[in-house]
């Protein structure tokens, strides 16, 4: 495993509440996540994927090796209907609690002191003395899990738009290889672009259309990809994506957010009082390099995964695409699906496909399996294809051969003799 360094991001899982917090590991500074607050100095030279305890303000590693207070136990015919279990059982008041914690005692010793001082506990089941163990060291011992950011970490996470399924199923159509050239449109984040920055390594190039102001690079950042790695990136405003085809009205795009966006932005400036700040313009000439790039380059792969209507982003990037090349669309609503599918079908394609991504959790446990109450079944509708095109193409040419028309020679049908 990565050993963890000064500078690099880390992210805390706090068991308690499932909260997920990545953050650059700083130095001689606390690290807040609800409702813990600790120092994190003492991660240096550790491995990532151990669990800590907050003690004192500080972290504390749990020895794994110890046996564990709670033990899975099946499900038994006893009940507790004839036990009363409404606080007064417990001896231990809360102040008490509260004692021990501010003389640095564990989490483990609180949960045996709460053991040795309830009345109720040894006339409870097997089931319910590891049921009400698990909820007092959840709530006494709350443990700090330390991760090293992924990729299905994030999308794992509560605050991802993707999940780890859907998001494999957009690579795995895209056909996203080592070396290859890949367009993502994305909004909201850059979850998709790190994915896809990811898999094609240095030697390969994406480019990212933002509809912001700003480009999305938060999942990048905190992956800590290499300078190398940062180079091989690069940003296009959604704004400007007309300009690849001039004849083409802007109002399309403008009513796709890119426009309500700025107008949205502007009016929150007014609103933020203190927090309030000059928002940067987006200028044509920053990114011309770019434009020039995506309008004489062919990409390998074009990826569309947005809140908005696709298809007028799919009109403009559909002449980037090469020969053979990979299409994947992601969205919620299947009339917007449709559509795209009758454009592509008109142009030429194969292998087209819908699909919803449908997904359920189930818990599975002894004499308790059954789906999870709350949960996201449905993904989108993911539309995928390859292009085609007429004529004979060369290998790794986008040019068709154009062939000279061979003469035919006439036929002279001979006349009849009279």
Same mark, same amino acid.
């Given at each position: @495993?990565?050993?963890?360094?000064?500078?690099t991001h880390v992210v805390f899982l706090n068991? *308690?509440?499932?909260?997920?917090?990545?953050?650059?590991? /700083?130095?001689?500074?606390?690290?807040?996540?609800?409702?813990?607050?600790?120092?994190?100095?003492?991660?240096?030279?550790?491995?990532?994927?151990?669990?800590?305890?907050?003690?004192?303000?500080?972290?504390?590693?749990?020895?794994?090796?110890? /046996?564990?207070?709670?033990?899975?136990?099946?499900?038994?015919?006893?009940?507790?209907?004839?036990?009363?279990?409404?606080?007064?059982?417990?001896?231990?008041?809360?102040?008490?609690?509260?004692? @021990?914690?501010?003389?640095?005692?564990?989490?483990?010793?609180?949960?045996?002191? =709460?053991?040795?001082?309830?009345?109720?506990?040894?006339?409870?089941?097997?089931?319910? *003395?590891? *049921?009400?163990?698990?909820?007092?060291?959840?709530?006494?011992?709350?443990?700090?899990?330390?991760?090293? /950011?992924?990729?299905?970490?994030?999308?794992?996470?509560?605050?991802?738009?993707?999940?780890?399924?859907?998001?494999?199923?957009?690579?795995?159509?895209?056909?996203?290889?080592?070396?290859?050239?890949?367009?993502?449109?994305?909004?909201?984040?850059?979850?998709?672009?790190?994915?896809?920055?990811?898999?094609v390594g240095l030697n390969g190039t994406v480019?990212?259309?933002?509809?912001?102001?700003?480009?999305?690079?938060?999942?990048?950042?905190?992956?800590?990809?290499?300078?190398?790695?940062?180079?091989?990136?690069?940003?296009? /405003?959604?704004?400007?994506?007309?300009?690849?085809?001039?004849?083409?009205?802007?109002?399309?795009?403008?009513?796709?957010?890119?426009?309500?966006?700025?107008?949205?932005?502007?009016?929150?400036?007014?609103?933020?009082?203190?927090?309030?700040?000059?928002? *940067?313009?987006?200028?044509?000439?920053?990114?011309?390099?770019?434009?020039?790039?995506?309008?004489?380059?062919?990409?390998?792969?074009?990826?569309?995964?947005?809140?908005?209507?696709?298809?007028?982003?799919?009109?403009?990037?559909?002449?980037? =695409?090469?020969?053979?090349?990979?299409?994947?669309?992601?969205?919620?609503?299947?009339?917007?699906?449709?559509?795209?599918?009758?454009f592509v079908n008109e142009k030429g394609c194969?292998?087209?496909?819908?699909?919803?991504?449908?997904?359920?959790?189930?818990?599975?446990?002894?004499?308790?399996?059954?789906?999870?109450?709350? @949960?996201?079944?449905?993904?989108?509708?993911?539309?995928?294809?390859?292009? !085609?095109?007429?004529?004979?193409?060369?290998?790794?040419?986008?040019?068709?051969?154009?062939?000279?028309?061979?003469? !035919?020679?006439?036929?002279?049908?001979?006349?009849? @003799?009279?």
């Amino acid at each position: @495993m990565s050993i963890i360094k000064h500078g690099t991001h880390v992210v805390f899982l706090n068991s *308690k509440t499932g909260e997920q917090k990545c953050v650059r590991l /700083p130095r001689n500074s606390d690290v807040y996540i609800k409702p813990l607050s600790f120092q994190a100095d003492s991660l240096i030279g550790q491995r990532f994927g151990q669990k800590y305890q907050v003690v004192k303000h500080k972290l504390v590693k749990i020895d794994e090796t110890s /046996p564990p207070l709670t033990e899975p136990v099946e499900h038994c015919g006893k009940t507790n209907e004839f036990i009363k279990d409404d606080g007064a059982t417990q001896i231990l008041s809360q102040n008490d609690i509260e004692e @021990m914690k501010s003389k640095g005692i564990t989490g483990d010793e609180i949960v045996k002191n =709460l053991v040795e001082n309830s009345t109720s506990f040894n006339v409870k089941t097997e089931f319910s *003395k590891a *049921k009400w163990l698990k909820k007092k060291i959840n709530k006494h011992q709350p443990n700090i899990i330390v991760k090293k /950011p992924s990729i299905r970490l994030f999308a794992s996470s509560s605050v991802s738009k993707l999940r780890p399924d859907v998001l494999a199923k957009i690579i795995n159509n895209a056909n996203i290889w080592s070396g290859s050239k890949a367009i993502v449109v994305e909004c909201k984040d850059d979850l998709l672009t790190s994915a896809v920055s990811q898999r094609v390594g240095l030697n390969g190039t994406v480019l990212q259309v933002f509809e912001q102001r700003l480009p999305h690079n938060m999942y990048c950042k905190w992956l800590d990809f290499s300078q190398e790695h940062l180079k091989a990136l690069k940003y296009y /405003p959604l704004k400007f994506l007309g300009k690849l085809n001039p004849n083409a009205e802007q109002e399309d795009l403008n009513k796709n957010g890119s426009s309500n966006c700025d107008d949205e932005s502007i009016d929150q400036k007014h609103e933020l009082g203190k927090r309030k700040r000059e928002g *940067k313009t987006v200028n044509f000439e920053d990114y011309k390099t770019v434009f020039e790039f995506l309008k004489t380059e062919k990409f390998d792969s074009l990826v569309i995964s947005a809140f908005y209507d696709p298809f007028p982003v799919l009109e403009l990037l559909w002449n980037s =695409l090469r020969s053979s090349g990979n299409l994947v669309i992601r969205t919620e609503y299947l009339s917007v699906v449709l559509q795209c599918a009758n454009f592509v079908n008109e142009k030429g394609c194969s292998e087209l496909s819908v699909v919803d991504q449908w997904f359920r959790e189930i818990q599975v446990l002894p004499g308790r399996t059954h789906p999870d109450m709350r @949960m996201q079944t449905g993904g989108g509708f993911i539309l995928s294809c390859t292009k !085609i095109c007429d004529g004979i193409y060369e290998h790794g040419s986008d040019m068709p051969i154009v062939s000279e028309p061979k003469e !035919i020679p006439s036929v002279q049908v001979a006349e009849p @003799m009279e």
